[in-house]
């Protein structure tokens, strides 16, 4: 008995994939078809997939061409399954034709001709895309452009500049000369101007029946925070804070395990981030504080009991360093963020049976290390980061409006309000904040 191995993701299966199918089955007497995992997926690049794990089998196990269907899980696990299942025939489409010659050392390797004129990326496009337009312009724009590119069913239809903002670089995005005009064109806004317009710009979009996605501080005080998310509910839109870190996917992976447990209870959560950039007009706070709280807010919850700033300033009195303590009632955690001082970048995470180790810079995630009192079980994780976590955050957001995706957790309203409203106590000098010394901005 001839055994045909095949694989694919069979996302939105159509005539191509049965074609693909219907051939390799002809090459032998059973056919065992592997169906690529979520993770796997995502460690190739490949985010736009549609459909569950489990759809996509029951779709190829509905064409009744495969006598067998597998996850398909690791690299190289194509060779283990031609070893393990007995396999005469690797058959493949043409599109990978020189890709797995290398398997020719363990069975026969066919390439099938390709199906013209249709592909899941095709299908896809299909759809009619959630039209984005942007207010404002900082350097975060020029990366979300391009990272907007590579999600499915996204188009940005427009910039908004606002007052001296610098231009965009790429051309091809249609400059508006006013809100209005902008509005008429687009689903959705992605507000990314200076941080103490952002709550005004969200809410106007909001009013004018658009989604948001607005850059991280959403807001200066904690009641406008919160209205933004409550207008955002009374409409059925969706209102998302911009923290790209909370969609990398090492990130998520390292919050799940620390809630199930792994380094037993939390006593600390210790946040670091700086980068030497004086001429940021915001200060350390307002442009670092929302990743460095992103893992405290999510780990430990909001409900802190005692909090104390201390920063350095500059001439222009923005702080140049800033340092927090927390106080909870079964942990502590700190926050150091700094335009004007520089330190490691790393997240650290102690608990009662070990801790966690998320080396600089933490808020771009792809390792993390779990490490015990006995060394040798310390662990190592390892994940693919995608655009920063950029492109998933504009997946997920897209997703969301589709109505396809549940909100991430981590970014919730709860952490939005208690972010903006730490802002506003450190503003007012509601908690106690220290001065450490005037620096001169160089
Ligand atoms: N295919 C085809 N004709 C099309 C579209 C796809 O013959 N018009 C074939 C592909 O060449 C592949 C199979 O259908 O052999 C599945 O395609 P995808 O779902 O796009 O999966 P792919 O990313 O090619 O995964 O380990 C995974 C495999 O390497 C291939």
Wanted: net charge negative; aromatic share 10%.
């Amino acid at each position: 008995m001839k055994r045909v191995i095949t694989y694919g993701t069979f996302d939105l299966l159509h005539e191509g994939h049965i074609n693909l199918l219907r051939r390799a089955k002809a090459l032998g007497d059973y056919l065992i078809v592997g169906v690529t995992s979520p993770d796997f997926d995502v460690n190739r690049g490949k985010i736009n997939v549609r459909q569950s794990i489990m759809e996509r089998i029951e779709a190829v196990k509905a064409t009744g061409l495969a006598d067998e269907v597998i996850p398909e899980e690791y690299v190289g696990q194509k060779i283990d399954d031609i070893i393990n299942y007995r396999i005469d025939i690797f058959a493949i489409g043409s599109d990978w034709r020189g890709q797995f010659d290398y398997l020719k050392e363990y069975c026969q390797v066919v390439y099938l001709e390709r199906t013209p004129g249709i592909s899941s990326t095709q299908l896809r496009n299909e759809e009619r895309p959630v039209r984005l337009g942007i207010v404002g312009y900082s350097q975060d724009v020029e990366k979300f452009i391009a990272e907007s590119r590579f999600v499915c069913g996204v188009e940005i239809c427009g910039i908004f500049y606002c007052g001296s903002d610098n231009r965009s670089q790429d051309q091809s995005i249609p400059t508006c000369g006013d809100l209005g005009q902008l509005y008429e064109r687009c689903d959705a806004i992605y507000v990314a101007n200076e941080p103490k317009h952002r709550y005004s710009a969200s809410l106007d979009a909001l009013r004018h029946g658009k989604h948001v996605l607005c850059e991280s501080p959403v807001a200066l005080s904690a009641e406008e925070a919160s209205s933004l998310f409550d207008i955002a509910a009374t409409h059925d839109l969706i209102f998302q804070e911009g923290i790209k870190t909370a969609h990398a996917l090492a990130y998520k992976r390292l919050i799940l395990m620390l809630k199930s447990g792994k380094i037993g209870d939390i006593v600390s959560v210790k946040s670091t981030c700086t980068s030497m950039a004086r001429d940021i007009p915001c200060g350390s706070l307002v442009g670092w504080g929302p990743i460095a709280c992103l893992p405290i807010f999510d780990i430990l919850g909001v409900d802190y009991t005692f909090v104390r700033a201390a920063s350095v300033r500059g001439a222009s009195d923005k702080d140049l360093y800033t340092n927090i303590d927390f106080v909870f009632p079964n942990a502590c955690a700190s926050l150091e963020v700094g335009y004007g001082a520089k330190s490691e970048g790393e997240l650290v995470v102690s608990g009662t049976n070990g801790y966690v180790l998320v080396p600089s810079p933490w808020w771009k995630p792809d390792y993390f290390e779990m490490r015990f009192e006995d060394f040798t079980d310390n662990k190592k994780f390892f994940f693919q980061l995608n655009g920063e976590g950029l492109r998933q955050e504009i997946l997920e957001f897209m997703q969301m409006i589709k109505g396809t995706r549940r909100p991430n957790l981590s970014i919730s309203k709860s952490h939005s309000v208690a972010f903006s409203g730490l802002l506003e106590s450190y503003f007012k000098k509601t908690i106690p904040v220290y001065t450490l010394k005037k620096q001169a901005d160089r």
